[in-house]
């Protein structure tokens, strides 16, 4: 219990530092401020420790993103079990708006652990060249895509700004070669209110 405190508390240090070293800005429909971005940080931080404290999700698995309070989980899961009780830790986080659960359940009895090193560095070398295409491509803001793989299996996931950009990264990581197939969760930013 001690390691999931230090570790939560260290990944909200890390989130929030981070954070308050971007500049100021005025926010736009398509842009944060300064405020929702800081915000949207300390959301993050304290989804990413409400996972870490849930007995039955496997934090590290799971990709968190936040756009002025809408909490976009992604990543693969080994059950429905764990995808569901993912989505109830993260609602259960003061400054949650919404969340769009994302993960992808690989089906029951495919554990990580049972992975073999060569698939779980295959699918590293290949999430590492999706996410270069990705942000050489000019359409695509690649900083903002998060890209996990699994056996193959392209996800992207986090928020764009139109669908152009979102069809363009589909065929950006489509074009490189060894991936299987790719699954585009990417989210449209939801607009000021």
């Given at each position: 219990?001690?390691m999931?405190?230090?570790?939560?508390?260290?990944?909200?240090?890390?989130?929030?530092?981070?954070?308050?070293?971007?500049?100021?800005?005025a926010?736009?429909?398509?842009?944060?401020?300064?405020?929702?971005?800081?915000?949207d940080?300390?959301?993050t931080?304290k989804?990413?420790?409400?996972?870490?404290?849930?007995?039955?999700?496997?934090?590290?698995?799971?990709?968190?993103?936040?756009y002025?309070?809408?909490?976009q989980?992604?990543g693969?899961?080994?059950?429905?079990?764990?995808?569901?009780?993912?989505?109830?830790?993260?609602?259960?986080?003061?400054?949650?708006?919404?969340?769009?659960?994302?993960?992808k359940?690989?089906?029951e009895?495919?554990?990580?652990?049972?992975?073999?090193?060569?698939?779980?560095?295959?699918?590293?070398?290949?999430?590492?060249?999706?996410?270069?295409?990705?942000?050489?491509d000019?359409?695509?803001?690649?900083?903002?895509?998060?890209?996990?793989?699994?056996?193959?299996?392209?996800q992207?996931?986090?928020?764009?700004?139109?669908?152009?950009?979102?069809?363009?990264?589909?065929?950006?990581?489509?074009?490189?070669?060894?991936?299987?197939?790719?699954?585009?969760?990417?989210?449209?930013?939801?607009?000021?209110?």
């Open positions: 219990m001690k999931k405190r230090k570790m939560r508390l260290s990944l909200l240090a890390t989130v929030l530092g981070a954070t308050l070293a971007l500049g100021g800005c926010s736009t429909d398509t842009q944060r401020g300064t405020g929702e971005t800081i915000d940080a300390a959301v931080a989804v990413k420790a409400a996972l870490v404290d849930n007995d039955i999700v496997e934090a590290g698995e799971v990709n968190v993103t936040t002025r309070g809408v909490v989980l992604s693969f899961v080994d059950s429905n079990d764990e995808k569901t009780q993912a989505t109830q830790a993260a609602k259960s986080v003061s400054g949650v708006k919404d969340v769009r659960n994302d993960l359940v690989q089906g009895g495919t554990q990580v652990a049972d992975r073999s090193a060569g698939a779980v560095v295959d699918d590293s070398a290949l999430t590492a060249k999706v996410k270069t295409a990705l942000i050489g000019e359409t695509t803001k690649g900083t903002q895509i998060n890209v996990e793989t699994r056996d193959g299996v392209v992207l996931a986090g928020f764009v700004n139109t669908d152009a950009e979102r069809e363009r990264a589909t065929e950006v990581a489509r074009g490189v070669s060894g991936v299987k197939d790719v699954r585009n969760d990417l989210q449209i930013k939801p607009k000021q209110q």
